[in-house]
DNA sequence: CGGCATCCCTTAGGATACTG
DNA sequence: CAGTATCCTAAGGGATGCCG
């Protein structure tokens, strides 16, 4: 199943989710929609830089939209595309992993 | 399923899973054990330095196992611990979305 | 063979102030 | 509100040489 041949293959996705704040990032918006400063008070203490960046690293691959409201104040609503929404597994597997991991973290606890 | 409570709880794994050539090394390492210099190579262009760094990390993390043979030559070989075989599906997933993902672009190119 | 030790450098990311 | 513009630092990682 997954043998050498795999390792260049995903290579592209590990841009992707390269960088210390994709992660938190995309569980984020697997929540829903967000704005920026929601995105910002959420993933406390990202740095507004920082946000922007992998916001627009994210909207280049194609895994997230920004859509644009016009009027004052701004609004702006960062979403999910399709592609993006197919990472979904990968982290339920992560997410699948860890609680596993605490298990066996609490039952040597217990011994 | 995936929702805000588990940004915190996943963190340990991103710890795990973090650095440059953290997932190259355990795709390699889910093919089979490995040597030190086999994984040099394989890995290459990465600097002994580096393949060291992250050796111990996963070591100290209980991801993998480093198992001496005393000669000489010396003989090393890395190997994944039971913990470490369950971040599989991780990778599988991963595996799936990039077939997936380069399925579609195929499409999209033959139009 | 399987590493350390060293030195160097790039760059992701933080802090802060300002703007349409 | 949703960013940009600057400046700065910490550290991950590269290159090289030596050693048990």
Known sequence: MLDRSCIEAIDPLLEILDGKWTLPLLLELFVGTRRFGELRRRLHPISPKTLTDRLRVL?????IT????????LHVEY???ERGWKLQPIFAAMWAWVQEDDL???KK???
């Open 66 to 73: 920004r859509t644009l409201y016009p009027g004052v104040p």
């Open 109 to 111: 606890n217990q011994l």
């Open 104 to 106: 066996n973290a609490n």
């Open 59 to 63: 909207e280049e691959k194609g895994i």
């Open 79 to 81: 979403e999910l595309t």
